[in-house]
């Protein structure tokens, strides 16, 4: 069946991207629950137009693109009209409680210092040094010319390179999650 | 800068500091089981849209086109209204003299039409007579010179004259297959008593013009004689050619439309010729305009009764014309900044809601993009 197809896809969509893309928007948008809805309607919008994406190289930048799109969206209508939604959610399925308090406050300074970058900027820098886009599929996925994002991550790398949180970056500080390496 | 293995360490762990759920990821193929296919309608998706620059060359396009639409019509209003070219080429005259000064209060009596007979009640003590005269030249009929003159007379005459006066000078045009056009009595009074004041305009043929001037001058003491004449052949040669050539591609648009076959042919031919129809007519109503004003020439006459001054304008000398002229340079540098008002202000109108329209586009485009 056609349709059964066409899930098919979805799922496999979601088993390849789907932390990524739910991690990539958190640090996007500073918000777990924020993230998980810009996600979930970024891949069905995804999945209905299937059609319409480009398929000729990997479908994972088209994703970003999707996914990328919907967060500006939420930043530009939603988020600014309703109460930030509560910082404890962001936390609250840590994955382990070693060092929590030191960790959790690691990297709420981390995300903050984002915060602080212009979102072009900050999506940049999330999808080059965490989706671990290369530059012409960050290219592909914000609509820009690669020479604009190789641009953009020397000004983002520049404005983070005053930023307390990130030059305090223990060396030894390792990702905690596999999927957020994948 | 930041060294990029710092950065990618501390977003990998800023964003691994929480589980993924993974109900979430069974919600979403839920809802895509469940099948909501009304997205795919008219509108297309975000990334999909056309890119910044083709809608910002839409947009510039669409404006455009609305700007030309509604400017065309004005520029083209504002070209056929335009005043003509013709300027006065010769003026010649200039005797003044007035006594005396009175306030005219008055009745006034005013016959217009074609060929009055001056209606005067001479109840003042003094008169005054002032004549203008605009003639009209054409030396030949269809292409030779055409020549556009007027002119002024003021005359002096006797006390109780003007009813006298206006029967002379109506005599007088007659002669000269001419007529009158309107005669005005004005009666007022001043300390000295009532006096009468009298305007003619009188129009004859151009070729009588010149006898006119001089014989109305016999009718009284003329204290000023100003006349103009302007070449208007330019104007003239220049309609002819156009009527002509609009004639021209009519007859070539008849012959089309005489082998035309399809209805989509025949209505676009049609409106060509409706086009040029409409051309045609209003070029020839600008001619007759102009061979009317060239026919006839126009002499107006000022009567005033001696020792009476009305507000006969006085030819200025020296200073005073300096004056004069100055002033009026000055209205009609005026007159003219307020003609041109109106489309600077559309234009300026016009670009100002392009920018503003073009600034909140682009800016809405940028705030799309990322």
Known sequence: MEGSTDVDELETWLCECYDQSVRTAYLILGNRLDAEDAVQEAFLRAWRFRDSLARESSIRPWLYRVVVNTCNSKLRQEIPHRDRRGDDDDLVNVTSIDDLAARVEQSQDVVSALKELPLALRVVVVLRYFADLSEREIAIAIGRQPGTVKSRLNEARKRLAASPALRATPQEQSPTGEEATS | MIDEAVLRRALVGAAGEFKVSSEARERILDVAREGAPEVRAARGPTFLRPQGRTRSILVAAALLLVVGAISWPLLRSERGTSPSASAPRTVHGANVSGTGSSGLTASEKAVVGGLPTPTVSPTGAQSAVTLTNTNALTVNASTSTKIESTGNVDLRIGKGQVEVAFAKLTRM??????????SQERVGTNSAGKFSYGIMVLEVPQRSFDTLVTQVQKAGHPTSVVTSSSDVTSQYVDLRARINAAEASRQQYLTIMSKA????????????????????????????VLNNATTYGTLTVSLTETGQQHNVTKPKSGFAK?????????????????????????????????FVIGRYARRAIRRRRI
Request: proline residues 1%; aromatic residues 8%.
């Open chain 2, 261 to 288: 076959t399809s209805i989509s042919d025949i209505l676009a031919v049609q409106s060509q010729l409706n086009n040029l129809q409409s051309q045609i007519e209003q070029l020839q109503g600008q001619l007759n």
């Open chain 2, 322 to 354: 300096a004056w004069h002229d100055g002033v009026s340079g000055f209205i009609s540098g005026f007159e003219w900044v307020v003609r041109l008002a109106g489309p600077a202000l559309f234009a300026i109108l016009a670009l100002g809601a392009a």
């Open chain 2, 173 to 182: 045009v007659s002669s000269d297959r001419g007529f009158v056009v309107s």
